[in-house]
């Protein structure tokens, strides 16, 4: 069999990886041609075609749709009986372990090269089987007579996933009137996206490295993973909850400043200390209010080396302390997330201790729920207010929005309706008023003046950057190939941006 040798490769080669998206889907005519050309070449090809072209495809399309973004990209692919279960609510194309068979298959017939799952002796870490497509296949796909924009998660792909305590995912939960209201508004919500050219408009190459040290990773840039669902917590419908999926949450923030919807410029608009104004709603105090002041700031302690950005490992171990059960676990999450080989990964628990300390005195009405795992509670609370915007842009405004939790990305000039439909959900949700809502950077044009669609129709969109070459171009292949019209109905007209 065609496999790869542990020598043939430098192990760098292989990091560069990401899973194989058993949801990678498409109806397009040329695809079908396509898939059903590769499927007559092959050799040794065993048991039921229909089957097997549908197999066939799903690792087509998603091989295709990484070497579209980054030629180097490995796909990551599980050859564990456990991993593939045809006949479940999360697995909408029946995708069984027979599909390691057709991996068996591509190998054979010189499609794809293989390096079997290896372990790295020297991090004492395991790794999954990569496979990437091989000259042969390269050039069939240059051939294509489709873009890889004709690609998409299958339109039955579940939205409303929901686990248990072991974080395994529950397959036969009850239908509510709540999980049918919401399955309707996340598929109308991707269904916007997935119509929406979403990218970081100075991209030659839509990857970008995140992370330091051993956590350093490529991110892929696609208008494949758009894709978004709400994921509840403990067997419960009130726990968790929150939206996860699309590039934009896992993108650094000088990227996301960058990201453009449809070639209009973006802009992130965030709640101020979200979590912590909660927890004190949840106390009947409106805190902006009644008291105001920067809820991560404290006066300097003696034992923290004073080079520490105070007030940012406080934000931290703050953060932290709200989603752990215990102080130990807060610490250890503190030091996680911290940069490697920052002075705050070396904080040791005496130190963190004091930190928590001080943070508890300044937070005296909300001290018991720090370290007590009262964050997914607050998550589910963040998830309705996050329901309610996703709501009002797609059903109301008809134009994206995209979620990072507690702060959301819009359109250039629809950052002042955003401003203001934040502070209408949040006080729907906590009954706390006007709570502080602000741009993550700082704009000539934003927030303040309202916009006067009468005197400012008519006005052209003006951009004062240079995209690159490969941006224009998927851009209007994009939208060539979604037949969409040169500006969608949701765009601008009646604000100038400078």
Not at 132 to 152: E, G
Not at 231 to 240: A, E, K, L, V
Not at 244 to 258: A, L, T, V
Not at 333 to 356: H, I, M, W, Y
Request: net charge neutral.
């Amino acid at each position: 069999m065609d496999t790869v040798s542990s020598t043939s490769l430098l192990f760098i080669d292989l990091i560069n990886a990401r899973p194989l998206d058993v949801h990678t889907w498409s109806d397009y005519p040329e695809v079908n041609l396509f898939v059903d050309d590769i499927y007559s070449s092959l050799s040794s090809v065993e048991g039921n075609e229909r089957i097997n072209k549908k197999l066939l495809k799903v690792l087509l399309l998603d091989l295709y749709v990484a070497w579209c973004a980054d030629p180097e990209l490995k796909l990551m692919f599980s050859r564990d009986n456990n991993a593939y279960k045809a006949k479940s609510r999360y697995n909408e194309i029946n995708i069984g372990k027979k599909i390691r068979d057709i991996v068996d298959l591509l190998v054979l017939n010189k499609l794809i090269h293989e390096k079997k799952g290896f372990n790295d002796r020297i991090n004492s870490i395991g790794f999954q089987s990569r496979i990437w497509p091989t000259t042969a296949l390269i050039k069939q796909f240059k051939d294509a007579r489709f873009s890889q924009f004709v690609t998409n998660d299958h339109e039955k792909r579940e939205v409303i996933v929901l686990r248990d305590e072991d974080k395994n995912n529950v397959e036969d939960y009850i239908e509510t009137p709540f999980t049918k209201r919401s399955r309707k508004l996340l598929q109308a919500y991707n269904k916007l996206l997935s119509q929406t050219h979403i990218d970081i408009y100075d991209l030659e190459k839509p990857v970008i490295e995140i992370g330091n040290g051993k956590k350093k990773m490529k991110l892929q840039i696609t208008q494949k993973d758009k894709f978004v669902r709400r994921i509840f917590n403990n067997s419960r419908w009130d726990q968790g909850g929150r939206f996860y999926g699309g590039w934009w949450q896992r993108c650094p923030k000088e990227y996301r400043e960058k990201i453009e919807f449809d070639g209009v410029g973006g802009l992130e608009v965030d709640f101020s200390g979200m979590h912590i104004v909660i927890l004190y709603a949840q106390e009947g105090i409106n805190y902006w209010a009644d008291i105001g002041d920067d809820p991560y700031s404290i006066e300097q302690i003696m034992d923290i080396d004073p080079r520490i950005d105070l007030r940012s490992a406080c934000k931290l171990l703050l953060l932290t302390a709200i989603n752990a059960d215990s102080p130990q676990k807060a610490f250890q999450a503190f030091r996680q997330q911290s940069d490697s080989g920052s002075l705050e990964k070396k904080l040791t628990n005496v130190q963190l201790g004091k930190l928590l300390d001080s943070l508890s005195a300044k937070h005296k009405p909300i001290a018991h729920k720090l370290a007590s795992g009262a964050g997914i509670d607050l998550m589910f609370v963040d998830s309705k207010i996050t329901e309610i915007l996703i709501d009002r842009f797609t059903y109301h405004y008809e134009c994206p929005i995209l979620c990072i939790h507690d702060s959301y990305i819009v359109p250039w000039g629809y950052d002042r309706k955003l401003a203001g439909e934040m502070q209408i959900a949040f006080e729907k949700v906590t009954g706390i008023k006007r709570p502080v809502v602000k741009p993550t950077i700082d704009y000539f044009d934003n927030l303040e003046i309202p916009p006067n669609p009468e005197e400012d129709q008519g006005k052209e969109f003006v951009n004062s950057y240079q995209p690159s070459d490969r941006f224009l171009r998927d851009k209007e292949e994009f939208r060539l190939s979604k037949n969409k019209p040169p500006y969608e109905p949701w765009y601008p007209y009646w604000t100038a941006i400078y």
